[in-house]
């Protein structure tokens, strides 16, 4: 290799080793707003349990109508949930990403020694069985990449941004509403 190609290739490792060192010192801000997501819809959920309890045991609502108004009050725990859910999948970031460097490191240099050694793969069973295998893993580690992106969109999609602050909102709403039924229960 040239200079030039050494120099390009270190600059990318030390790129590509800034990027999970940030993505790990991310981490513990992630870890802290997901637990922070997590009793929230914990208790979110608790609330709209209080809810049904109120309104069927205590007031003598039907089965159907306090079913219905409980589902409407979990609506906003699923979004929050859905938050939580990506936070969560936001701290498995970094090891994705540097396991997917390692096996192109890895998968590249093989194939730079093969063409400098004129090792040319033969076609046969046992060559199209190994790299079945090997496009298998590929797509394994993509779809576990995938997967994270996925679940990161919550996090980036304007519409699901609206959604949490209006149900972090409904959240503050529905404790203040547990408090008002729990005042006017005791009294």
């Known amino acids: 290799m040239s200079e030039k190609e050494q120099s390009k290739s270190s600059k990318k490792s030390e790129t590509t080793k800034d990027l999970i060192k940030t993505f790990e ?5 992630v ?3 997901s637990d922070s997501m997590r009793g929230a819809v914990f208790l979110g959920l608790l609330l709209t349990v209080w809810f049904f309890v109120w309104l069927f045991f205590l007031n003598s609502y039907s089965l159907l109508t306090a079913s219905i108004l409980s589902g409407i009050t979990l609506i ?3 979004i929050l949930s859905r938050f939580w859910w990506a936070l969560e999948e ?3 970031l970094p090891d994705i990403v540097s396991e997917m460097v390692d096996d192109a490191k890895e998968d590249v240099q093989e194939t ?3 063409l400098r050694n004129n090792k040319t793969k033969k076609i046969g069973l046992f060559g199209t069985i190994k790299s079945l295998f090997s496009i298998r ?3 394994s580690e993509a779809d576990d990449m995938l997967g994270s992106y996925i679940s990161i969109s919550a996090l980036i999609n304007p519409f699901w941004l609206i959604l949490g602050v209006f149900s972090l909102l409904a959240m ?3 404790i203040l509403i547990a408090i008002i039924l729990a005042i006017l ?3």
């Open 25 to 29: 010192n991310l981490i513990p801000l």
């Open 31 to 33: 870890d802290s707003i």
């Open 76 to 78: 906003p725990v699923l």
């Open 90 to 92: 936001l701290k498995d």
């Open 112 to 114: 730079v020694q093969n």
């Open 137 to 139: 893993s590929i797509l």
């Open 172 to 174: 503050i709403m529905f």
């Open 185 to 187: 229960l005791i009294f």
